[in-house]
């Protein structure tokens, strides 16, 4: 296999993956006589991650019909079926723990069942972005609709959280105008509506965006905070036994 670039669904980390950390194997399966045409046979594809922090090993398989032999007779490709994701299930990114559980736990399962199910993922996706402008922005109302007008109201009249910026209100607004994702903000947030698969995958994303505007965005600034007054506190008590000296 030549070498190609990848990103590790894991850690992120872009690279280059060489011979070495990239699996392709073929494998024979021997059912008898089935539906495929010249049998069926499996292929297992894997990618280490180089990246020394990370290591996890990105792992699918698939099925397909025998395509090619080599000169002992095993499969050598396959015209692929079906694939299946091992590992990492879905394309969720790992969330920090800060991140109250109930909200990743939805998003997690939100990504998981988005190629199955758009419409499930999507009224997770939304339960996502409740819970947080409740936890985050402390807005609770009966509709998430009414809930995102709140928080428009006190964004505009200087009272939001820190952290919600006009981009957030710019992707929300952008997402509820999608037809059936607008609509379906009004509902009750446990009403499952049909949804065309980019829909539930833009809600994610905007569940991502606002994971690493709102949460991430004021962990990383509590965190400078705390360096800076550490520094400063450090500093007036060499000070402070400077001056007593
Ligand atoms: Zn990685």
Request: hydrophobic content about 35%; overall charge negative; proline content about 4%.
């Given at each position: 296999m030549a070498e190609f670039n990848w990103?590790?669904?894991?850690?992120?980390?872009?690279?280059t993956v060489s011979e070495s950390k990239a699996h392709y194997s073929v494998h024979d399966i021997n059912?008898?006589?089935?539906?495929?045409?010249?049998?069926?046979?499996?292929?297992?594809l894997a990618i280490g991650c180089s990246n020394s922090e990370c290591k996890k090993v990105e792992l699918s398989?698939?099925?397909?019909?025998?395509?090619?032999?080599?000169?002992?007779?095993?499969?050598?490709?396959?015209?692929?079926?079906?694939?299946?994701?091992?590992?990492?299930?879905?394309?969720?990114?790992?969330q920090p723990e800060y991140i109250p559980?109930?909200?990743?736990?939805?998003?997690?399962?939100?990504?998981?069942?988005?190629?199955?199910?758009?419409?499930?993922?999507?009224?997770?996706?939304?339960?996502?972005?409740?819970?947080?402008?409740?936890?985050f922005c402390g807005i609770s109302k009966p509709t998430l609709n009414q809930e995102i007008n709140e928080l428009k109201k006190q964004f505009d009249s200087g009272n939001a959280p820190r952290g919600v910026s006009e981009e957030s209100f710019e992707a929300i607004e952008a997402i509820r105008k999608i037809g059936n994702i607008g609509a379906h903000m009004e509902k009750?947030?446990?009403?499952?509506?049909?949804?065309?698969?980019?829909?539930?995958?833009?809600l994610?994303?905007?569940?991502?965006?606002?994971?690493?505007?709102?949460?991430?965005?004021?962990?990383?600034?509590?965190?400078r905070?705390?360096?800076?007054?550490?520094?400063?506190?450090?500093?007036?008590a060499i000070r402070k036994t400077h001056s007593e000296r």
């Open positions: 990103t590790c669904p894991f850690c992120h980390t872009r690279q059912v008898g006589e089935t539906s495929y045409a010249g049998g069926i046979a499996g292929a297992i398989f698939s099925i397909g019909s025998i395509r090619s032999k080599n000169s002992y007779g095993q499969v050598a490709a396959i015209n692929e079926i079906i694939r299946s994701k091992i590992a990492p299930e879905s394309s969720a990114k790992p559980e109930n909200i990743t736990q939805d998003y997690y399962e939100s990504a998981r069942i988005l190629e199955l199910s758009p419409k499930a993922s999507a009224t997770l996706a939304r339960r996502c972005i409740q819970g947080m402008i409740r936890d009750d947030i446990n009403v499952i509506v049909d949804v065309e698969p980019d829909e539930a995958e833009l994610l994303s905007l569940v991502e965006n606002l994971f690493d505007d709102w949460y991430i965005a004021r962990q990383k600034r509590q965190e905070l705390a360096r800076v007054t550490a520094c400063v506190e450090q500093k007036d």
